[in-house]
Each structure stands twice: as C-alpha cells, then as structure tokens.
C-alpha cells in the first residue's frame, strides 16, 4: 500500500470514528460494549498506520537525499578532506614517515612508484600548476594539452593563399585560391627542479613543509617554464625561438615610437584583444620615455593593469627571460599568447635525495615533467628584434 493509500485509510478511520461519537451524543447515551470495541480497534489501527506513515516518509526523505547532490558546503568539506590527508601524505613522504593504520578508512594516502620516483598527490600538483600560473602569466596564457605521448595539432595555413569572392566574367573558369591544412606535433621532453630543504626545518613540526616545497617548486618550474616558452631550446622545446617577420629596429639599442606601432599593427585587429607586451625592464625603463607627437607618454602607469602598466592601450609583462634592447637580440613579443601551444603532462613524479646532501645538513626534493611546446598560430603573434651590428 502506498503512502497515498495509508493516509487516506487513516482518515476513513477517524471518520468512522468520529460517526460513531456523534450517533452516541444524539441518542444522549454512552457506547454499549460492541461500539466500545469498534472504536478501540480502529484507535489501535489509526496508531499502527502513524508509525507506517513515519517510517514511509522517512524512507522517502533518504531516497530523495541520495539523488540530490551535495552541498557546496558539503563539497568544500570532502575536497578539504581529501587535500588533508594527500597534503599529510606527501609531507610524510618528505619526511620519510611511513604511517599504518589498523582501520583501512583511517589510512592516509600513499605515494604510489613511478618511473622517476613517487608520483604526487593531485591536489598537490594542482597547487604547484596553479603557483606556476600566478608566477608566470605566459605559460597561463599560452593553449596548454594536458596528456601524455605524442600529439598533433592541426592548423589552416592562409598566408599564401586563402579562400576568396571577387568579380566574374562569364564563361570564364573560376580560380581556386585556397590555405592548406598544416599540423604541428608536440612530444615530451623531461625536465627535473631541485629544492633543497634544511634538515633544521625538517624536523621542525611546525614548519609548513608542503607549502615551502610547492612554492619552491612552483618558482623554479615557472622561471625555466618561461625560458623555454619565450626562448627555447635548441633540439629540445621551441616556443617562440622560431617566431619570425614581426619589425626590425632600426637602431642596434634603441627603439622608437612608430616601431612600436608597427610591431601592434602587424598583428590583425580580430587578435588584439587578447593582446600583451612582454619585455625586460631595462626595455620597459627605455620605452617609458618615448613620447607621441603631442608629448604624450606612450607607456602609462595603469591601476586596472595586471601588471601595472599599459602601452598603446596593451598590457605590459616584465619578464626577466627577455633580453635587454641589445644589437640582434629580440627585445619584444607582442600578441595573443594562446597562438603559442603547450603540451603538458600531468602525471608529476617526485623523487627524494635524502644522503646526497646530508653533508649539507640538507634534504632534495626532486620532481620530473614532461613538456614540449610550439606556435600553434602564428598570426596571433609578432616581435621586435634589434638591429644587428
């Protein structure tokens, strides 16, 4: 019987019962033995079907709970959870604890062996990944793929020729003009950082060791991360070491306003939105000094900039990756940083070099990536490169 079924039984009951009170006030008597009996059956009755109707709420009250999600709160509260015990784990690895439990539920999570060492906690890499953005905005900016092993990332190549419309004569053929479909291939080039941790600190229990490590880690994975994008390596990541066109100065230290312009207008208008500069400081410290033909500054101090600064109405990012305004050296990139791809994987392994530095009264943390990275979409991006002597 359904719930529907049991309450409306219920109010038959009560019904009943109420018809037979009221034929008792009517004749002004009191109920004879049958009545009695009637009504205390169908008063135990409406009792039993009360604790049925509880217990079949309540059932339906669970089944709805299961298929409800859970709380934000309640979310926070397992994701906090679940980044206690990884967090513990890793910091017990470091230290070289190795805990057990009797109750399995109880039991922290464990390094598991990889290749290179021990693999890291997601929540942990996803600390360290976050960190790396914060420290470095081109590798935030830049496409990243977040896989393993070899990948392919095609692209429609229309620099020499594209689809187009234009006036016809009659029976006279129509002229294919049309971009090719190119591709690049991403693989993976291992890459360690190193951060050496005192020994003092160590065993220090106070000390925030997970913290210390991935903002270690975190700095030295971000300033070579950059490196490599802006730079490369030759037979190992390309970035943007292969960035060509864009404006040459036409002084071997010096740059002027209107190759400034240049270097923006070279990028279309459909990939300026997204734009940045990306200099040194001794680049951005000659630059502030050019005026337009008003006597304008054309690099200002902008509060609402990520970085502090805007040129030509484009956010400007120092970089200590970039070489100063020298003869040959490439002073500035310009442009959309998502045309610049980044194949990352996740699976981070860490290792442990616990007697190698012991002598140092120190401990290595050691973590290995694989990365490779290329331009993707070369339209969205350009620079400015110094006269050679």
């Not at 019904?15 to 205390?40: C, G, P, V």
């Not at 190549?157 to 009659?170: N, P, V, W």
């Amino acid at each position: 019987m359904n719930l529907k079924a049991l309450i409306e039984k219920r109010n038959k009951l009560i019904a009943d019962m109420q018809e037979l009170i009221n034929k008792a006030n009517t004749e002004e008597r009191a109920f004879d033995n049958d009545e009695l009996s009637k009504f205390e059956q169908m008063k135990a009755e409406i009792k039993s079907l009360d604790e049925t109707i509880k217990a079949s709420e309540e059932m339906r009250a669970l089944e709805e709970a299961e298929k409800k999600p859970l709380a934000k709160e309640d979310v926070k509260k397992e994701k906090a959870t679940q980044e206690e015990l990884e967090s513990r784990a890793f910091e017990a690895f470091i230290r070289g604890i190795v805990e057990t439990r009797d109750d399995p539920a109880d039991e922290p999570v464990n390094m598991t062996k990889g290749d290179n060492g021990a693999v890291i906690p997601t929540t942990i890499i996803k600390k360290i990944i976050d960190k790396v953005h914060e420290i470095s905005p081109i590798f935030a900016m830049a496409t990243r793929y977040n896989m393993g092993g070899t990948i392919t990332i095609p692209y429609y190549d229309d620099s020499e020729a594209d689809i187009a419309m234009d006036y016809q004569e009659e029976f006279v053929d129509l002229e294919s003009k049309v971009g090719s479909m190119k591709s690049i291939s991403l693989s993976g080039f291992l890459a360690g950082t190193l951060t050496l941790i005192s020994k003092s600190l160590l065993n220090n229990s106070n000390f925030d060791l997970v913290g210390f490590v991935v903002n270690k880690m975190a700095e030295n994975i971000a300033r070579w991360i950059e490196n490599e994008l802006l730079n490369g390596t030759e037979d190992k990541i390309e970035g943007l070491s292969t960035l060509t066109g864009g404006v040459t100065a036409a002084a071997t230290n010096k740059i002027t306003a209107d190759e400034l312009i240049d270097v923006q207008e070279s990028i279309p208008d459909v990939y300026q939105a997204n734009a940045v500069w990306v200099m040194s400081k001794a680049t951005r410290t000659a630059i502030r000094k050019l005026k337009d033909g008003t006597g304008n500054y054309l690099l200002n101090q902008d509060l609402k900039a990520r970085w502090g600064y805007t040129l030509l109405g484009r956010e400007v990012y120092i970089s200590e990756n970039m070489p100063d305004a020298e003869a040959g050296k490439r002073a500035i990139i310009y442009g959309d940083f998502s045309g610049l791809a980044v194949k990352i994987t996740e699976n981070w392994e860490i290792n442990i070099l616990r007697e190698r530095f012991a002598i140092q009264h120190a401990l290595g943390v050691y973590a290995y990536l694989e990365m490779d990275s290329k331009i993707e979409n070369a339209q969205k991006l350009t620079c400015l490169t110094m006269k050679a002597e």
